[in-house]
Structures are given as C-alpha cells and as structure tokens.
C-alpha cells in the first residue's frame, strides 16, 4: 500500500464506456480510465469537445454505469455513493415556481417535508456565504446569471455532500462574474473541505484553482497527463504569473494543441 491510498477519495480503475451507435462497432467515449482522487482534493479536467469530460462526470456521479472497469467513493460502489455527491451544471436550472430559497431547499425536500424544515437554517447559512440572502424569497428570474449560479451551486451543498462534480459551471458567465465565483468556489473549498471535480475549456481557470489538472485526449476519449499543480494557496490572480503557472499552461497547451503558445 502507498501513503496515498488511506485518503484516496473517488477511485477510478480501468474504466470504459461505450455508446451504440447503430453502426458495428460501439463508439468509444472513454478508454481505461484510471483515476485517484485524494479527500479534499480539487481536480479539473480539461480537454478538447467531445474527450468524454461530462460522460467521466455522469459515471462519478452515478448517473450513467461504465460498460468495464469499476468506481468507487470511499471504497464503496458508486451505486450506494450517489447520494453523497452534489452536481452543478453550465446552466443553474432553477425552478422557476419557487424562491432562491426553496429552490435550495429542493433537494431536501424531495426527500420528506421534514427535512426540507430542517434544512432551512442551513440554506439562509449558505445563501448568506455566497451574499444571496437579500434575495431568498424572490423567484430565480429577478436574479442575474451568477447570482443563479451562485444559488445552485448553494442547492449542491444543501445535503452536504462529500464530493462536489461540477461541469463547466462558470462557461455561461461574463469574464467578471466568472472571475468572482472562482474565488468564491476557492474559499469554499478551503472552509469546507470537500473533494471537488471541476471541469473546464478554461487553461488559466483549470490552473488558478486546481490542486491537480487531468487534461483529457479524443478518440478514443482517455486521460493524456494528470498534472499536480503545485501552487500555494490562497489562490489569487498573481498566483496565475507564477513561473508554476507558466509552466502548467505550457505543459497544456503542448498536451491539448501539440504545441507550446507563441510556437507555429
Ligand atoms: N448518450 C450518448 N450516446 C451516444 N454518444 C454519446 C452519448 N453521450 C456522449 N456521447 C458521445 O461521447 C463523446 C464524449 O461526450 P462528452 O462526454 O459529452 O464530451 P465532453 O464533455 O468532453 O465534450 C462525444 O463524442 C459524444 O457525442
Ligand atoms: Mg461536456
């Protein structure tokens, strides 16, 4: 055993997925996939359209099965694992009908109407962290898209989760808002621990918050190099002039492009 298996966290190993397509062969859209992530770990994935990023999200979080290979979340199944792991999508999806707050409150309620009462003092506390309590009782439609974004990603936390596996969820938002809710994501994950999966088309946004950056290859859809990132914390946007920095994005760029930046 090595030092890092006691905090292994999400363990991906050998892992397949095919879809039918209708033509003879199956269409690969992820090929033996091996993966550790450690407790508390913040990993970004990052690749080219179509490397299977979402589709490696959906198996993690249990919402689709690998066609080979095995998942686990703390050694267990992923199947008995689901409930323990909060997702976040590009867009917010709010319920229109209901407010910031119940809205937050959802999850919960899905479950029992007791849990949903309970969950409330929880939800102002969330909502509060990320400076949306003015607006709790108003419906998601009087909100612009960051403070949408900012509710649903409140929402993922409500139960809280051990994991959170977000995709793309900043892609939607202007370059300002985007920047504000990366550092707020941050102090997230530096007050509450948890172990996050992250993906990005962004370099600098893969590099500015991960602790390690898997950066995925096409067909077949698998892993091309993971990367710690190496850089101390707190995180700020001079943490992105580092020659660490520098370095990542270079390594990157040559794994994404097949060449460094500034080269023809
Ligand atoms: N349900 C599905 N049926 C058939 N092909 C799919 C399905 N889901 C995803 N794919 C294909 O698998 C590949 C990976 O998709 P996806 O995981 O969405 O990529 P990414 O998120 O990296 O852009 C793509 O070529 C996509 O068309
Ligand atoms: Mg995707």
Same mark, same amino acid.
């Given at each position: 055993m090595t030092a890092g298996v006691d905090r292994a966290h999400v363990v991906v190993s050998e892992v397949a997925k095919e879809f039918e397509t209708g033509a003879t062969e199956p269409f690969v859209a992820l090929d033996n996939i091996d993966l550790t992530i450690d407790q508390g770990e913040f990993v970004l994935l990052l690749g080219?359209? %179509?490397? %299977?990023k979402s589709t490696l999200l959906r198996l993690i979080a249990g919402l689709d099965a690998p066609t080979r290979g095995d998942i686990r979340v703390s050694g267990d199944p992923i199947a008995a694992g689901f409930e323990r792991i909060g997702m976040v999508f590009q867009q917010p999806t709010l319920l229109p009908w209901l407010s910031i707050l119940e809205n937050v409150v959802y999850p919960a309620r899905v479950r029992s109407q007791r849990l949903a009462r309970e969950k409330r003092g929880e939800a102002l506390r969330l909502l509060d962290m990320v400076g949306l309590s003015r607006v709790a009782d108003q419906p998601p439609s009087s909100l612009s898209g960051g403070m949408q974004q900012r509710a649903a990603i409140c929402r993922s936390l409500i139960l809280d989760p051990e994991i959170l596996v977000m995709d793309e969820p900043f892609s939607a938002l202007d370059a300002m808002t985007r920047e504000e809710l990366q550092f707020e994501l941050l102090r997230i994950h530096a007050d509450s621990g948890k172990t996050i999966i992250f993906v990005t088309h962004s370099i600098p946004e893969a590099v500015l918050m991960s602790s390690k950056i898997v950066v995925m290859a096409t067909s077949p859809g698998r892993i091309a190099e993971t990367l710690e990132t190496g850089m101390p914390h707190p995180r700020t946007l001079e943490s992105l002039r580092l020659d660490r920095a520098r370095e990542l994005d270079g390594r990157i760029r040559q794994l994404i492009y097949g060449r460094d930046r500034g080269q023809e």
């Open positions: 080219p359209s %179509g490397c %299977g």
